[in-house]
Nanobody, 125 residues
């Protein structure tokens, strides 16, 4: 089992940047596919980005492609989400998630077994 804790959220103006971090407990972090999801008020949780176990393979939602970058540091048990050119529609609670079974990141919440508590990102216009 793994415990996940997100940090780095906050309030930023449109066009700005934020970097989210997600720290994981346990010794087997490198065996988990890691993903980021987000959920805006009144909307379903949606996929943002995912990275394979070694970080060499990544995939992104169309809405963030070219603006967001997911990366991981297995030595630090941490996954990151660098968010650039932020838009008001990026406002949401952002969650990191871990999947111990797949080789590449799934895009559905049900693909992931473990979740963090979330961190709020608010982008003002």
């Amino acid at each position: 089992q793994v415990q996940l804790v997100e940090s780095g959220g906050g309030l930023v103006q449109a066009g700005g940047s934020l970097r989210l971090s997600c720290g994981a407990s346990g010794r087997t972090f490198s065996s988990y596919v890691m993903g980021w999801f987000r959920q805006a008020p009144g909307k379903e949780r949606e996929f943002v980005a995912a990275t394979s176990r070694n970080g060499y393979s990544t995939n992104y939602a169309d809405s963030v492609q070219g603006r967001f970058t997911i990366s991981r540091d297995n030595a630090k048990n941490t996954v990151y989400l660098q968010m650039n050119s932020l838009k008001p529609e990026d406002t949401a609670v952002y969650y990191c998630a871990a999947d111990p079974t797949r080789l590449r990141g799934g895009v559905r919440p049900v693909d992931y077994n473990y979740w963090g508590q979330g961190t709020q990102v608010t982008v003002s216009s």
